[in-house]
């Protein structure tokens, strides 16, 4: 909206206040500044407001706004008077305003800092978060503009505002006065009032979902007259997977007299069907949907999973269309799934809904399936089902443009019928957000992602988001550090997941190998070794092993305390005739089945070569009923059974209960509410808390058919399981490194270093202003004095003491010692003049070189230290051993800021080079705690101060006691916007 002639030219209309937000309930609203444009608006608006409003607003009966007061409320100057408004369809549901005051409560303009705030909700919308979210944009819009300190007046009969104030989590203070509480409150972000705030986001995203995958009723709007095209086949899709709500037929060319279609009611608009309609699934032309989003939304819709093409994929009009789309639908207070969107499925009993192109549902389990690509997805459902895994949910969002994979890990966060999170992405929205989320999920169950269109540097068609311009390498390093399993395929993907879905968390990476193939154990032991774990020599059970034997010998290897896991390997038996006995499988399968779930909770996974029999016979169902009887009954390993009998059999009955060993806990399972089995029902869960250690029934046993495969698949379930159990004990900030800070006086010196106007590119910062600016956060810098001729090297070398070093600093030489640009250990006058005109000789003039004279340090390991800020990301912190290490290999690590001492600590030891750095071919180890000393200092200078948009430390050099930085680069700039930190608001496109 525009500003009009009436306000004024220097407080124009602030477009960037507008937002689009979820409330408590799941829908959408707009939050938006009041203009002179809105009077007959907010007159509407108020006339729906019951008499108890407003006298709790106004504290005496108001039936009606004045002229004046009309006029009052919709002239703004955006700076002293500032009024908000939240609208669904166009039409106000909410307002807020603020005025300036001084410190006797009059009008007043700044410097004062002070504001009276007021709110008022329309009654059909109270309850539903309104004010809540209304407080943070007002809070924000506040802070912006200069005011630290909100004021309001409150009846005491008005608990649902008091409520709203005392939960928001700022500093406040409360008085009674004149019959009515005075409130005020600090608008300074507290640690408290950002927990406030992501806790609502989180249920009002999880909420937003949950009606999109639970709907009483659906609406397939484009179903056509005759079988075929894509809305009769989502019809058809839908009344095959037993949709327990309501379902509708929509068109506008039905009809008049046509009843139904596929034996359910058909319409020629979804006002027509005259009751409430929860979702609707829209497979349309793209140039019909916006009439179809009216017509929903019109109607109280609540979501739109919108199938059809033609839009941001098509270029620069389908992305317009694609951001109108959005526009309309956000201002109906709709969420969409799509467009372009395969559809969604979820086989929770008391929903069973398939509104997707998919022909069949999967079967239930416990496995959360996002997808960006409906080829991936389709591909993905295919390689699930044949393996025997459930799910709980799948979604496959298309080009995304709304609800997007933040919002499913939002969802499976709190969903028990979820213990694992699948998800296939080609675009990062919101980078921080993710990394939040998906640390905060990874805590309570395991998070397992693909990233398409890694190395393109730009977003898939379709894709609307902003371009991060961090390397894949620290994308992926971040990721782990939330915590998140990142694999390369999507076969990798279905092989971790069906791990993680069916077998418990590993205690470490101790690794036994059983089989009845010596080559194969053998390639199964070299897996581990190349992926970090610990196998012990694998034992050969021969080819005449029985299913009994390995029984026996899995049930011995799981009771075992040095063995975390298991890999047992199988081929094929021969008979007497050389013909495989492929019935053998079905029974060795029964008999794996029985040893693991009699034995300690431990993870097993089974190699098996041209055995089709087992591997389908481990992917079959297992119920997840307590069955009465000796099945449910743990025996020794020995006793008898119908894996001991020749021959092929059928599958013997697996018992359900399966015993824990004593050392394992909630962390050594997978889902928050325990990984249970990947069963056929959504509904049997166990307690992650659970002391017994017990688990209701039994889980299926992943099979593979490569050693690499299983072994890759348990390599990142071990390192998961680790972090799992790192991040119940998170690291911290070590207090005496405030002892050493001087944060406010460095903010003075990046504010004189910036200056009054701040060029937006930023500038770099001198030697000397780097090292005045590190000196502040306790990283002192090694001085390197200029010597533009011999002269003044040599007077450089008397002020800082023989031995020294000569070095060039041009960009093309710096830092690079094997073209010759640095001569070390020079001990007096003649080795300084005679390295300064061997250098000016070989490479240069002084002027091209830059030649500058450093005192000689203690010899140790160089190093390398950057922080840098990326606008979509955040700050990062890297770390690697300087030259060919990290510049040529790429070998260096990267976290996250701010960074604890746990971080810093993982960082250093996480690099590939790290053993130089502890004592490698018997030389002596370096001062590592100086190094995680320093890297927490950098962590916190770039934190405190978003001004600090890079530094390099280069090279660090790490003695076995101390260490000293020989050179640092630094650049200052205005802060990016952290959009993490402001009101929550839906991204805007």
């Not at 989590?169 to 927990?195: C, I, N, Y």
């Not at 693909?450 to 994308?475: C, E």
């Not at 119940?728 to 009054?756: M, N, R, S, Y």
């Amino acid at each position: 909206m525009e500003p009009t002639p009436e306000q004024s030219p220097h407080h124009a209309y602030p477009d960037h206040w507008e937002a689009d937000v979820v409330l408590r309930d799941g829908g959408t609203a707009r939050v938006r500044p009041i203009t002179t444009d809105d009077a007959e608006r907010l007159v509407s608006f108020y006339e729906q407001v019951s008499d108890e409003s407003k006298y709790y607003r106004f504290f005496a009966p108001y039936p009606r706004l004045s002229a004046r007061d009309v006029h009052r409320f919709t002239h703004h100057d955006y700076v002293d008077r500032v009024g908000l408004a939240v609208t669904v369809g166009g039409e106000f549901i909410a307002t807020v305003r603020y005025d300036r005051i001084d410190d006797r409560g009059r009008p007043a303009s700044a410097p004062a800092d002070e504001a009276e705030v007021a709110f008022l909700v329309q009654d059909a919308h109270q309850g539903r978060g309104v004010a809540s979210a209304l407080l943070e944009h007002i809070a924000a819009v506040a802070r912006e503009r200069g005011i630290r300190r909100f004021a309001a007046e409150v009846l005491p009969a008005n608990n649902k505002m008091i409520k709203v104030f005392r939960d928001a989590g700022f500093t406040q203070q409360r008085s009674f006065e004149d019959g009515s509480v005075h409130l005020t409150l600090d608008l300074e972000p507290t640690a408290e009032s950002l927990a406030v705030q992501r806790a609502r986001e989180q249920r009002a995203e999880a909420r937003s979902v949950q009606r999109l995958l639970a709907p009483g009723s659906v609406a397939v709007i484009g179903v056509g007259r005759a079988p075929g095209g894509v809305g009769r086949t989502v019809l058809r899709n839908l009344l095959g997977s037993g949709f327990t709500g309501r379902t509708y037929a929509v068109n506008t060319s039905f009809a008049d007299d046509l009843g139904t279609v596929e034996g359910v009611p058909a319409h020629r608009s979804v006002g027509g069907i005259g009751e409430q309609v929860d979702l609707a699934v829209v497979a349309v032309p793209a140039d019909r949907v916006p009439e179809v989003v009216a017509d929903c939304g019109e109607h109280g819709v609540q979501g739109i999973v919108v199938l059809s093409a033609g839009y941001a994929e098509r270029g620069a009009e389908g992305r317009e269309r694609q951001r109108e789309l959005v526009r309309q639908a956000r201002s109906y207070g709709m969420r969409i799934i799509g467009p372009n969107a395969f559809g969604i499925i979820n086989t929770s009993e008391s929903v069973r809904l398939n509104a997707s192109l998919a022909p069949e549902s999967p079967k239930a389990g416990r496995i959360g399936l996002f997808t960006q690509s409906g080829a991936i997805g389709i591909a993905l459902l295919s390689g699930l089902h044949r393996r025997g895994a459930g799910l709980s949910a799948f979604i496959s969002a298309g080009n995304r443009a709304d609800v997007s994979g933040n919002d499913f890990l939002q969802y499976w966060y709190e969903d028990q019928g979820t213990d694992v999170a699948l998800l296939y992405l080609e675009s990062l929205g919101n980078p921080r957000k993710f990394t939040r989320l998906a640390r905060r999920t990874a805590a309570v169950k395991p998070v397992v992602v693909v990233k398409g269109a890694r190395h393109s540097g730009t977003n898939p068609p379709g894709h609307a988001v902003p371009v991060s311009r961090i390397p894949d390498a620290t994308v992926s390093a971040l990721m782990r550090q939330a915590g998140v399993i990142r694999v390369d395929t999507v076969t990798e993907m279905v092989d971790v997941g069906l791990l993680l879905a069916g077998q418990p968390l590993p205690d470490g990476p101790r690794v036994a190998i059983l089989g009845n193939s010596e080559s194969l154990g053998l390639l199964t032991y070299d897996a581990c070794l190349a992926e970090g774990l610990r196998p012990r020599p694998p034992r050969d059970l021969t080819t005449e092993a029985s299913p009994r034997d390995f029984r026996r010998a899995l049930a011995e290897a799981l009771a075992d305390r040095t063995c975390d896991a298991v890999i047992v390997t199988a081929i094929p038996w021969v008979g007497e005739n050389g013909e495989a006995l492929t019935g053998e499988g079905e029974v060795l399968a029964a008999a794996l089945r029985e040893a693991a779930t009699t034995g300690p909770a431990k993870p097993v996974a089974v190699v098996h070569v041209e055995m089709g029999g087992l591997a389908q016979a481990l992917a079959a169902a297992t119920s997840t009923a307590n069955q009465p009887g000796p099945a449910n009954q743990p025996g020794p390993a020995n006793q008898p059974g119908p894996a001991d009998r020749p021959g092929p059999h059928p599958a013997a009955a697996a018992p359900q209960a399966r015993t824990s060993s004593p050392a394992a806990s909630a962390a050594t399972r997978p889902g928050r509410s325990g990984a249970g089995a990947a069963t056929d029902s959504a509904d049997t869960t166990y307690s992650a808390d659970a002391t017994d250690g017990t688990r209701p029934s039994a889980g299926r046993i992943p099979a593979y058919p490569a050693a690499e495969r299983a072994v890759r698949a348990l390599a990142e379930v071990v390192k998961y399981a680790q972090w799992r159990r790192h991040a119940a004990a998170p690291g911290k900030v070590p207090q005496f490194l405030d002892e050493t800070i001087d944060e406010h006086a460095t903010a003075g010196l990046i504010e004189t270093l910036l200056g009054p106007d701040p060029d937006p590119r930023g500038r770099p910062l001198t030697h000397d202003e780097a090292r005045e600016l590190l000196a502040g956060y306790g990283v002192p810098v090694r001085p390197a004095l200029p010597a533009p001729d011999p002269e003044a090297a040599v007077a450089a070398a008397a002020e800082l003491g023989y031995p020294v070093a000569l070095k060039t600093t041009a960009p093309h030489l710096r830092h690079r010692a094997d073209l010759g640009g640095v001569r070390l250990d020079l001990v007096n006058e003649n080795a300084l003049r005679r390295a300064y005109d061997e250098l000016t000789e070989l490479l240069g003039t002084p002027a091209e070189l830059r030649p500058v004279v450093q005192a000689m340090v203690p010899r140790g390991v160089d190093t390398v230290v950057r922080a840098s800020i990326d606008a979509a990301a955040g700050a990062v912190l890297s770390f690697g051993l300087a030259g060919a290490p990290s510049e040529l290999l790429g070998d260096t690590a990267h976290r996250l800021v701010p960074a604890t001492d746990r971080d810093v600590a993982e960082l250093i030891r996480s690099i590939r080079a790290a053993p130089v750095l502890f004592g490698w071919r018997g030389a002596a180890p370096a001062d590592t705690a100086a190094l995680e000393e320093l890297l927490l200092r950098v962590s916190r200078l770039v934190d405190d101060h978003p001004e600090v948009v890079s530094v390099a430390l280069e090279p660090v050099v790490v003695a076995t006691q101390g260490l000293t930085v020989l050179g640092a680069t630094v650049r200052l700039a205005p802060p990016p916007a952290r959009s993490d930190l402001g009101p929550r608001r839906l991204p805007s496109y």
